[in-house]
């Protein structure tokens, strides 16, 4: 008799797996830190928001998963090389990593101070290549690791007042690639998961504003916006045995955003 939950388990759990997680307070990286934890990944929470992140390790322990708090500054490269030198001394290995620390401030070209250049730039592209360089030695020592590095929509189509945003999270892309590339040697992989416009305590206002949000809406094929747990999935995913042969991708959850959004009306009878 065919068991479907053993199979299934074979292919995606990620019982044992230790995963490093940055920006795991947000609301985009506490939501997938939890599911990974639930898939059976010891996740070590990693985020410059201590608060928050006491907040979210206690939802996952209540949930019955395992998770540990690391107050760590992407910016910083000794706050860095502490934290992950702790974590590799905590659990012993460290199997997978996901880079979810981001910001923006949306404004246009003309209006970006070189201090906000500087910040979105340290946080979402020197702040993902820096934690990499910490946390891929120990997947290189095991041969096996899985780097999962959070794009956005902007990777390939543009909103206003996202110059720099927009650039980082290219540079994010490119970088999956040379690490996709360069470590496939040592059995590591790497890819790109680019969310859409998911609905999130901060994309709040944007999604109260009837303007805005239709504008958004239009753009969005399954016609509703992304929330968190749409990012879960392909997380798990990128994460287990069963993306073995995945590497050096972008994957877009975007509900057929880039697709085309919303068709107009047309006359055919189908
Ligand atoms: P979020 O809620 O603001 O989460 C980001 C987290 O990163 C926050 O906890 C933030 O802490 C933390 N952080 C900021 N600076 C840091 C630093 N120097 N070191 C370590 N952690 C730091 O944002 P989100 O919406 O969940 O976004 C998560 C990721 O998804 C980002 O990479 C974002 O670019 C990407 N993304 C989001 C969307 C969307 O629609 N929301 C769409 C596409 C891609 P503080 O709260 O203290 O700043």
Redesign the pocket.
């Known amino acids: 008799m065919m068991n479907i939950g053993e199979n299934l388990q074979k292919m995606f759990s990620l019982e044992g797996s230790v995963v490093v997680f940055?920006?795991a307070?947000?609301?985009?990286?506490s939501t997938i830190a939890e599911g990974m934890a639930l898939a059976g990944a010891r996740v070590a929470l990693?985020?410059?928001?201590q608060e928050?992140l006491e907040q979210v390790q206690k939802r996952i322990t209540e949930a019955g998963g395992e998770a540990s708090c690391h107050r760590?500054?992407?910016?910083d490269k000794d706050c860095i090389e502490e934290c992950i030198v702790g974590i590799g001394r905590q659990y012993k290995h460290i199997d997978i990593l996901v880079n979810?620390?981001?910001?923006?401030k949306r404004e246009g070209f003309m209006d970006v101070k070189e201090e906000t250049y500087d910040r979105i730039m340290d946080?979402?592209l020197k702040?993902v290549f820096l934690v990499t360089q910490s946390v891929a030695p120990y997947m290189k020592t095991q041969k096996k690791g899985s780097i999962i590095n959070?794009?956005?929509?902007n990777t390939g189509s543009i909103l206003g007042g996202c110059s720099v945003y927009g650039a980082t999270?290219c540079g994010v892309l490119s970088m999956t690639r040379s690490m996709a590339v360069e470590w496939a040697k040592y059995n590591i992989r790497a890819n790109c998961v680019?969310?859409?416009?998911?609905q999130?305590?901060?994309?709040v206002p944007t999604w109260e504003h009837p303007g805005r949000s239709k504008y958004l809406l239009d753009r969005i094929a399954l016609n509703r916006p992304g929330v968190p747990e749409d990012i879960t999935g392909i997380c798990i995913l990128l994460a287990s045995d069963a993306s073995a042969y995945i590497t050096g991708a972008e994957i877009r959850v975007d509900g057929g955003c880039i697709a085309g959004g919303q068709p107009w009306d047309y006359d055919t009878a189908f």
């Not at 990693?46 to 928001?49: A, L, M, S, Y």
């Not at 999130?200 to 994309?203: C, N």
């Open positions: 940055t920006g307070a947000g609301g985009i990286g990693c985020d410059i928001n928050q760590l500054d992407v910016t979810c620390a981001g910001i923006n946080i979402n702040g959070i794009g956005s929509h999270k680019s969310p859409g416009h998911i999130t305590p901060l994309t």
